[in-house]
């Protein structure tokens, strides 16, 4: 058997023993994690586990390159290939590593083994590679809202559903290279893709009490106060509105990498109560969670991975 054979079926073997973690790592973290994230998430640095990845990465399934000290890991298109995600490949920015490893913090904290995790990331909306999730989520909610009570009032909920109906046609219309804009939608309200966008997740949904509860994740790429703040504003106001004039609990979490800061979090929640949106209501502060990581310096040095292109 020729060498390039049995890299083949070496990768084959590979691909096919260690598939839900694949998923995890294109799906849930867009092809980006930090190689001691990865480490983690096999359940640590064993000599089994260092020989696996370099056996992932001499057969081109993953590429490591050094982030500062530190190393990052980018998942290969012979891995998209596999999920059957056909040209797709990992494309490299500071921007997505920063949401990647972010990701891939908050999954590593719930203490979720791999098959948990990969659970986790079709309940909400927050799958990468995923077009339809968001209008997927939509249409569970509408279609279990009218299971409990055929008489409510859905129209706000269908309308967003449309509009994503709408934007998908559009999209799977488009040729490749086009810029057509849809231009009945710009500058209009928010919605499920447009707070995606923003860094704005629906990562759990339930029914609670009577009501549909939502837990909402933001990455948020602006760190500054008052982006906190218009970001988390913005967030509560558009679930209100899309679920209107049925009820419904918001638990919106601000996740980042860096350390806590009590004041900056007290600040933003004053700041809050003054807003509009949060007119009347007294709980903000069960409402609105901040977690920091205190990971920015174990994961990136005195590198701001924002700073790369």
């Not at 909306?125 to 409510?152: K, T």
């Not at 918001?250 to 350390?259: A, E, G, M």
Request: glycine share 4%.
């Amino acid at each position: 058997m020729k060498g390039k054979e049995i890299k083949k079926m070496v990768q084959n073997k590979l691909l096919t023993e260690n598939e839900d973690l694949f998923f995890i790592l294109v799906h849930g973290l867009n092809g980006i994690i930090m190689l001691s994230q990865l480490y983690c998430l096999l359940g640590g640095r064993t000599k089994a586990n260092q020989n696996l990845i370099q056996t992932m990465e001499f057969c081109c399934l993953i590429q490591t390159k050094f982030f500062g000290k530190n190393k990052v890991v980018l998942v290969r298109h012979k891995v998209y290939d596999y999920l059957n995600l056909y040209g797709k490949v990992t494309n490299y920015s500071g921007m997505r590593l920063h949401k990647s490893t972010l990701f891939a913090e908050i999954y590593l904290s719930k203490g979720y083994e791999i098959a948990r995790i990969k659970k986790e990331i079709f309940v909400g909306n927050q799958a990468f590679h995923f077009p339809d999730a968001s209008l997927n989520l939509l249409v569970r909610i509408h279609n279990f809202l009218r299971e409990q009570n055929r008489h409510s009032d859905l129209s706000i909920l269908k309308n967003h559903i449309e509009i994503l109906e709408d934007k998908k046609a559009f999209f799977q219309s488009r040729r490749k290279g086009e810029k057509s804009t849809m231009k009945e939608y710009v500058n209009k309200g928010e919605d499920l893709l447009t707070l995606k966008a923003k860094g704005i997740y629906v990562t759990d949904v339930r029914w609670r009490n009577n009501k549909i509860f939502l837990d909402i994740s933001i990455l948020p790429n602006n760190t500054k106060i008052k982006k906190y703040v218009d970001t988390i504003a913005i967030t509560y106001q558009t679930f209100a509105e899309i679920l209107y004039p049925n009820e419904v609990d918001l638990l919106i979490t601000i996740y980042s990498h860096n350390k806590a800061d009590i004041n900056r979090n007290n600040a933003v929640l004053r700041m809050l109560a003054k807003r509009n949106e949060f007119t009347g209501v007294t709980n903000i502060s069960e409402i609105v969670l901040f977690k920091d990581f205190n990971s920015q310096h174990s994961l990136f040095g005195n590198i701001n991975p924002q700073s790369i292109v």
